[in-house]
């Protein structure tokens, strides 16, 4: 059976890391719940020692990400948010991080109330202008920092230029690549030096558990992570592997049909005479949109779409009956989100007007179910509009 990593990205997702069992053959792999190993004398062991350092579900699961994203290896934590902290971690005060200007709002938040007070220093500016990240380059910065497509705008980087910039300024680049999942986009091939997901979102896809992986490059990093695991401990639990290692079994089926419906969705969206604009790079209209046709395999299944006012999207948003209006994204089933007062919140009425998150805007995960009822769905929920 191919298990290198050569093989296609369905095969790796479902062989690599997850070959079946030497001890009993299960096809699955088992999952190891046990805090600490049985050592044969003082010294000598299986590899394994405590459970905060390293678990065999984990580093399953750590080896199959390493995979699908195209890195040298990987390292798991306990949400995306845990991996993001990671990140930062190996950093001192006085360090420097340039950043998106419009990034999932739980990132400034960690930024700015918490990292900052441990001094260390954060620029945000608009990515998707190359220029404006060259610019925000100082001496002591350490990391650039971004997501594309944005959560919620949709808006694109150039990952081939901006990691040459980097490159150049010998810093390194970290692209946040949960929106895409590796089916569609792969920041590594493209310059990037780190790849950080909230596993919560599309690598699960099934909205049952938290987790965050970082994907590495170098084995500089991966010893740096290893160690962060070790000292700081906000590693994934042997359960929650498992359940992602599940999940990316049907990573590529997903995917495609995330899109299909995304694509569908979208334009329902832009012709419907009650939405005033929508954000998904798959419409010809998106300014990116020949940048996305380049960089990404495909367009995802995230849509943002402006309905007017705060009042148009709580009208729109207790009318749905197939779409979950809820926090999160990614799953199996279409989820439906109010930025501004719900995943974008913490950054306030400025931060939000700053960079163009209005009351009236709604944001919608595609799920895989039959398109023609999220349609139906939409359709019927924007009446009451
Ligand atoms: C793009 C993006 N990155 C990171 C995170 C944080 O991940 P988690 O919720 O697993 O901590 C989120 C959460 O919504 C996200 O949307």
Redesign the pocket.
Known sequence: MPKTTRSGFATRAIHVGQEADPLTGSIGVPIYPTSTYLQEELGKNKGYEYSRVSNPTRSRLEVNLAALEGGTSACVFA??????NALCARFKSGDHVVCGND??G??PRLFNQMLANYGLEFTYVNTSEPAEVERAIRKNTRMVYI?TPT?PLMTLTDLRVVSEICHRKKVELTV?N??MSPYFQKPIELGADLV??????FLNGHSDG???VIVCTSTGQAEAFAFIQKAAGAILSPFECWLVLRGVKTLAVRMVQHDRNGRAVAEFLSKHKKVKKVFYPGLPDHPQHDLARRQMSGFGSMITFETGSLANAKKLLKAVRVCSLG???GGVETLISHPATM?HAALGEKGRAAIGITDGMVRISVGIEDVDDLVADLDHALDSV
């Open positions: 949400s995306g948010m845990a991996a993001i990034l999932y739980g990132v997501e959560n946040d949960t929106f950080v997901h909230s596993t919560t979102k938290l987790g965050g926090e999160s994204l995943t």
